[in-house]
């Protein structure tokens, strides 16, 4: 089964995503890092032991990559489309431990294996030829940590929690019918709307917020 790993916000400047985030659930976003294979750079922010938030820009001093950008930030058009028009928290990325598995029977949908680090931490990550975020992010990019799992348990608990993260899309049941095909527990509550929109429920030391 795919199990939620982080919710993504991706953001046309770290800056940009670090202030909305602050001025949705009042805290602050924590250091995060580079990836080098990718030109970007990301912070932050514990939800549980076992999930997280991150803000993901292209990083300005980072050497433009060989290949795609992960999340779709190789189309910076796209990337500020999406961002004026408040769809901020663009999607989230789903863990196994057998990258391997997951593409053999999807390969189509959410491409191919690819190795990514942070510091000292390396993973694999799946990824489509374009970069682009599957079904423009109603699917998940899925991760496969290896022996050192998510870094969430290390992260500073700034009293952040996830309560609940919807979808917004206009045809529900394709997307229920999506998440049961990829073997998603506990996907995205699915709710009729006009556009892809996601919302998340931020449980926090000043109250329930809304983060989208």
Same mark, same amino acid.
């Given at each position: &089964?795919?199990?939620?790993?982080?919710? /993504? #916000?991706?953001?046309?400047?770290?800056? @940009?995503?670090?202030? =909305?985030?602050?001025?949705?659930?009042?805290? $602050?976003?924590?250091?995060?890092?580079?990836?080098?294979?990718?030109? /970007?750079?990301?912070?932050?922010?514990?939800?549980? @032991?076992?999930?997280?938030?991150?803000?993901?820009?292209?990083?300005?001093?980072?050497? /433009?990559?060989?290949? $795609?950008?992960?999340?779709?930030?190789?189309?910076?058009?796209?990337?500020?489309? @999406?961002?004026?028009?408040?769809?901020?928290?663009?999607?989230?990325?789903?863990?196994?431990?057998?990258?391997?598995?997951?593409?053999?029977?999807?390969?189509?949908?959410l491409g191919h294996k690819t190795r990514v680090s942070r510091g000292d931490?390396?993973?694999?990550?799946?990824?489509? $030829?374009?970069?682009?975020?599957?079904?423009?992010?109603?699917?998940?990019?899925?991760?496969?940590?290896?022996?050192?799992?998510?870094?969430?348990?290390?992260?500073?608990?700034?009293?952040?929690?996830?309560?609940?993260?919807?979808?917004?899309? $206009?045809?529900?049941?394709?997307?229920?019918?999506?998440?049961?095909?990829?073997?998603?527990?506990?996907?995205?509550?699915?709710?009729?709307?006009?556009? #892809?929109?996601?919302?998340? &429920?931020?449980?926090?030391?000043?109250? &329930?917020?809304?983060? =989208?």
């Amino acid at each position: &089964m795919l199990r939620l790993d982080h919710l /993504t #916000i991706v953001a046309p400047s770290l800056e @940009a995503g670090a202030a =909305h985030v602050l001025e949705q659930i009042g805290i $602050p976003m924590q250091a995060g890092g580079k990836h080098p294979e990718m030109g /970007t750079h990301n912070l932050l922010l514990c939800l549980s @032991a076992e999930a997280f938030l991150e803000v993901i820009a292209v990083d300005p001093a980072a050497e /433009t990559p060989s290949g $795609p950008r992960w999340f779709g930030l190789g189309d910076a058009e796209t990337v500020r489309s @999406a961002w004026s028009e408040g769809r901020r928290l663009r999607g989230w990325v789903a863990r196994t431990d057998d990258l391997d598995s997951v593409l053999s029977r999807h390969e189509v949908l959410l491409g191919h294996k690819t190795r990514v680090s942070r510091g000292d931490r390396s993973w694999l990550f799946s990824l489509l $030829p374009d970069g682009s975020l599957p079904f423009d992010g109603v699917a998940p990019p899925v991760i496969d940590w290896g022996d050192r799992g998510s870094p969430a348990p290390a992260m500073p608990d700034l009293g952040a929690r996830l309560a609940s993260f919807q979808i917004e899309h $206009p045809d529900p049941a394709w997307c229920r019918e999506l998440y049961k095909e990829l073997g998603v527990a506990n996907p995205p509550e699915v709710r009729k709307g006009a556009q #892809i929109r996601y919302r998340a &429920m931020i449980d926090t030391p000043g109250g &329930m917020k809304e983060l =989208h």
